[in-house]
């Protein structure tokens, strides 16, 4: 298995033993906050803070369309080769708990109380967290064809059921490939690539609101795919090709944004060419945002960006910048757990695709948790 990985930071230990990132301060005064409490926990005697191994683990190896979630109990949802899977993480390969056929599935999203969509072509599809059927709906645009069709769930495994129709742009039809995500109320919001738009539904598959269209303006979309509802109920979009991350209200009015184009903190200053077009170029600087695939909020609502570009991002909610990881892959899901381990599924051209997890970013002194934020 391949551990070709290139990762900017160290990784931190805590006298726990739990995993932790600590990347070098760029001589602000988080970097100087930083380093008295790692001093600190050197003088309480916390001899093994840091270790010299990566803060990267690649967790497996595969092929095909891939989608990733953490359920309700932190196991992971993976999808791969067909196969629509829970894993529960325990080492490198994880252990799996159940897994059935299931294509294409392009998206994955999990409520609190446990229950999950999963995003299958031109439709959603609802199971308990029990791996029970329970509704489906997004497929029907007739095609003119008079025969009648007959679908199963045996054993979950849809391989006989074939979408009525086509996939469509009309209210509560879904384009054939899409994301979605899931808010604590239990709306569901689908992000549509194809059909540059948002849709929300109730968690019993009604219909209720359209969001967005083609372009570059607010609430406009060019080929977006990453999307995640934070804590707070806002709804944020990786939107790829416009190089930003858009937040939306609950009720889907437009909030706010950064990327190209976009102010990032009080602490940083952008200078634009005739060619800086908001919205419209991949940023080079630290904390800018250069094609975001996925999106995914922690136990303490900071942002993680995966970029097509190889970065992790964090952020807070208000779009400040926080830090990021490199890797020399493209990047383009994430998921994270309630410790706030972060999964990021990758491509590469040699090496296939895979996982990477992240482990939550802290120090621990004596008892005492210090967060790196």
């Given amino acids: 298995m391949s551990k ?9 230990h805590s006298a726990h033993t ?16 930083r380093l008295l409490l790692v001093m600190t926990c050197l ?28 359920a309700h109990d932190d196991g992971l949802l ?24 299931m294509s294409p599935v392009s998206g994955i999203a999990v409520h609190e109380d446990g229950t999950f969509y999963v995003y299958q072509g031109a439709r959603i599809v609802k199971f308990s967290a029990d791996l029970e059927f329970l509704l489906t709906w997004g497929w029907g645009v007739l095609d003119g ?3 009648l069709q007959v679908c199963s769930s045996e054993d979950h495994a849809y391989s006989d059921c074939r979408a009525a129709g086509l996939s469509g742009s009309g209210e509560g039809q879904l384009s054939s490939q899409g994301q979605l995500a899931v808010a604590e109320n239990g709306d569901v919001w689908t992000l549509e690539r194809a059909n540059y738009r948002l849709q929300r539904f109730s968690s019993n598959g009604a219909y209720i609101q359209t969001v967005g269209s083609q372009g570059t303006a607010e609430s406009e979309f060019a080929s977006a795919w990453g999307i995640t509802v934070a804590d707070t109920g806002e709804v944020l979009v990786a939107d790829t090709y416009n190089h930003r991350i858009q937040v939306f209200n609950a009720d889907g009015t437009f909030s706010h944004m950064w990327g190209r184009g976009v102010a990032t903190g009080a602490d940083q200053l952008e200078i634009c060419t005739e060619s800086c077009l908001p919205g419209s170029a991949a940023g080079a600087w630290e904390g800018s945002v250069s094609s975001p695939n996925g999106v995914a909020t922690d136990i303490n609502g900071s942002v993680y ?30 998921a994270v757990n309630s410790h706030g381990d972060i999964y990021v599924v990758w491509f590469s ?25």
């Fill in 43 to 70: 003088l309480a005697g916390a001899s093994n803070l840091f270790a010299e191994e990566p803060p990267e683990l690649l967790w497996t190896s595969f092929y095909g369309e891939t989608a990733v979630a953490v």
């Fill in 78 to 101: 993976l999808y791969h080769a067909n196969r629509l899977k829970k894993i529960v993480d325990d080492g490198e390969f994880g252990t799996e708990v159940w897994a059935f056929q």
């Fill in 145 to 147: 064809s008079p025969e």
């Fill in 349 to 373: 051209p040699d090496y296939g695709q895979g996982l990477i997890k992240y482990g939550y970013p802290y120090l621990d002194c004596v008892g005492y948790e210090f967060p790196l934020d």
């Fill in 305 to 334: 960006v995966a970029s097509g570009q190889g970065y992790v991002s964090k952020y807070r909610l208000d779009g400040s910048f926080l830090s990021v990881w490199q890797t020399n892959k493209h990047l383009y899901d994430a």
């Fill in 18 to 33: 739990r995993k932790a990132h600590f990347l070098e301060s760029r001589g602000t005064l988080k970097g100087l906050c």
């Fill in 4 to 12: 070709e990985m290139s990762v900017t930071g160290k990784c931190v």
